[in-house]
Each structure stands twice: as C-alpha cells, then as structure tokens.
T-cell receptor, first 115, second 115 residues
Framework: AQSVTQPDIHITVSEGASLELRCNYSYGATPYLFWYVQSPGQGLQLLLKYFSGDTLVQGIKGFEAEFKRSQSSFNLRKPSVHWSDAAEYFCAVAPSNTNAGKSTFGDGTTLTVKP | DAGVIQSPRHEVTEMGQEVTLRCKPISGHNSLFWYRQTMMRGLELLIYFNNNVPIDDSGMPEDRFSAKMPNASFSTLKIQPSEPRDSAVYFC?????????????FGEGSRLTVL
C-alpha cells in the first residue's frame, strides 16, 4: 500500500521569501503524485500533478514540484511567497493506472506567511 | 460550470440523531468520493462510487454510516445514529475517470458537530 509523509507540520516564511514543502512517498512503482491546497473553510484545490514525463511540473499560482525517484520525493516550491499563499498544503499519491480517488493524502503542512 | 456542491455547510445535532449530508458532483464526472477530515486522522476516504455503483466502502467506519448514489447527479452520506466522535468535516469530491487519472474536485465540505 502507498503512503505519504509530510515531515513539516507547520512552516512559517516571510512574504517574498522562497518556499519548499517536503513530501516523501512510499510506493512500489512510479505513482501518480499530487499537491493540493486548502484555504480555511474551503475544500481542497489541485495545485499540480505528476503522471509521467518531465519530472519538474508547473502548477497554478506560481507553484512547481519536482519528482525525484531516487529520493521518493515530490517537493513543492515557490520562488516568492505571497500572503495569500497562507493555507494548508497536502501531498497525495495514487497508484498508477488507477483512480485518483484512491489517493492517499499526507497529514498536511500549514503555511503561515509573515508580513 | 458549477463545482461540487455540498449541503448543508454546517450541521449541529445531538447524539443519536440522524444526519444526512448531500452532494451534487460536477456534471459529466463519473466518479464520486466521500472523505472525512479530522485533526486526529487527517483526510480519510470513506467510500467511492464509479458510474453510481459503490466500488470501495472499506473506509466507512461502521454500520452507522451509509452512502447512496441514486443517480449521476446526487449522492448522500447518512449517519444514524450520530455520535460525538463523528464530528468532522465531510468532503465530497468528483472526477472523470478516463484512461489517465484526473484530479479530484472537492466541494467546500459539510462541517458536522455532534453534541
């Protein structure tokens, strides 16, 4: 069975600073990988996804993530954080060739942005 | 196009009462998922439907929980009788399952408080 670890429960960065949120997964083959963002009182929204091909994927809101098979990681990055990026971020993994709904979610990382 | 619509957004009830949560998936999507989010357990998949048929209900906590999808545009999650430990945010999500998995589109959730 697949699993996802987000080592950082809470991260605080200053506005304008760069951001990296860590995600490590466990799965026997190449999985499908996702990053979602959840603002307070809202549902989750997809930021980006990786299925195959280029290991650096671009998403919405200026986010990108890099799939590193050797490290079983799919870290999310943003070069310059905006105050509106404050939210909770979830990494998710789904077995390849299966339904995205079978995704396993990490416990989330809460991002606080300091002015 | 409207997103996934859930109702009610908030529900406060007393222990022992029946609770019914409702979901309207995005038109054209053929898979629907019910998730539960709590601080202690994170985001858990309860059940999912494909083409209105329940495929995997292994995440349903116990017999007090039941879910139905009578047609492609409507699903319910029922808890009877409710207990305080059922207090959580319940999310419905939908997707179109084709050759490649797609992203999950989440509703804004139903926050349930059982007193």
């Amino acid at each position: 069975a697949q699993s996802v670890t987000q080592p950082d429960i809470h991260i605080t960065v200053s506005e304008g600073a760069s951001l990296e949120l860590r995600c490590n997964y466990s799965y026997g083959a190449t999985p499908y990988l996702f990053w979602y963002v959840q603002s307070p009182g809202q549902g989750l929204q997809l930021l980006l996804k990786y299925f195959s091909g280029d290991t650096l994927v671009q998403g919405i809101k200026g986010f990108e993530a890099e799939f590193k098979r050797s490290q079983s990681s799919f870290n999310l990055r943003k070069p310059s954080v905006h105050w509106s990026d404050a939210a909770e971020y979830f990494c998710a993994v789904a077995p390849s060739n299966t339904n995205a709904g079978k995704s396993t979610f990490g416990d989330g990382t809460t991002l606080t942005v300091k002015p | 196009d409207a997103g996934v619509i859930q109702s009610p957004r908030h529900e406060v009830t007393e222990m022992g009462q029946e609770v019914t949560l409702r979901c309207k998936p995005i038109s054209g999507h053929n898979s629907l998922f019910w998730y539960r989010q709590t601080m202690m357990r994170g985001l858990e998949l309860l059940i999912y439907f494909n083409n209105n048929v329940p495929i995997d209900d292994s995440g349903m906590p116990e017999d007090r929980f039941s879910a139905k999808m009578p047609n492609a545009s409507f699903s319910t999650l029922k808890i009877q009788p409710s207990e305080p430990r059922d207090s959580a945010v319940y999310f419905c999500a939908s997707t179109l399952t084709t050759g490649l998995t797609g992203e999950l589109f989440f509703g804004e959730g139903s926050r349930l408080t059982v007193l």
